[in-house]
């Protein structure tokens, strides 16, 4: 986690050559509004406690049981997982929410970019309480 932490500090300080993956404060405020505007909060708590969908706090670097085409796969969270859960939710299905539906939600790639940016800054948040 700290090398985590090195990685934002040190993006922050050297500019990041990929603006997709720039995680700064812009796109986390925008993506805090989005998850609030487009919806995603009806289904996913943001404090542990499962609703429809998992909790979404705290999910960056923790081990899940996936199924993809029908297989069960352990992988660990990242940026990428984050972001094609939301850009295809159907991809790969949490094993304990395989019976739940998550429906395609309509954003355009900066917008699930911000709202990523927003999942992963909220985990590092919780890390250093
Ligand atoms: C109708 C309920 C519903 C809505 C609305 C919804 N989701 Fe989901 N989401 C789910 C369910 C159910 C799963 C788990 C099953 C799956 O992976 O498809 C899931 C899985 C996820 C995952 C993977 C989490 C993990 O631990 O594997 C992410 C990330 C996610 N959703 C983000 C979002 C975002 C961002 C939005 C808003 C744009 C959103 N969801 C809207 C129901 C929903």
Do not use: W
């Not at 670097?61 to 990428?80: C, F, H, L, M, P």
């Amino acid at each position: 986690m700290m090398y985590f932490l090195l990685l934002i500090v040190s993006s922050l300080v050297l500019g990041c050559k990929d603006s997709t993956e720039k995680i700064n404060l812009e796109k986390i405020q925008k993506g805090r509004e989005l998850f609030t505007s487009v919806g995603c909060t009806t289904c996913h708590s943001l404090s542990k406690d499962k609703l429809y969908g998992p909790s979404l706090n705290f999910i960056l670097g923790t081990k899940k049981q996936v199924i993809r085409n029908g297989k069960e796969y352990a992988i660990i969270i990242d940026s990428n997982y984050i972001k094609k859960s939301i850009i295809d939710p159907d991809y790969e299905k949490s094993l304990l929410f395989k019976s739940n539906k998550m429906p395609k939600p309509s954003l355009t790639s900066i917008e699930v970019d911000c709202i990523t940016n927003y999942l992963i800054n909220m985990n590092n948040k919780s890390q250093e309480k």
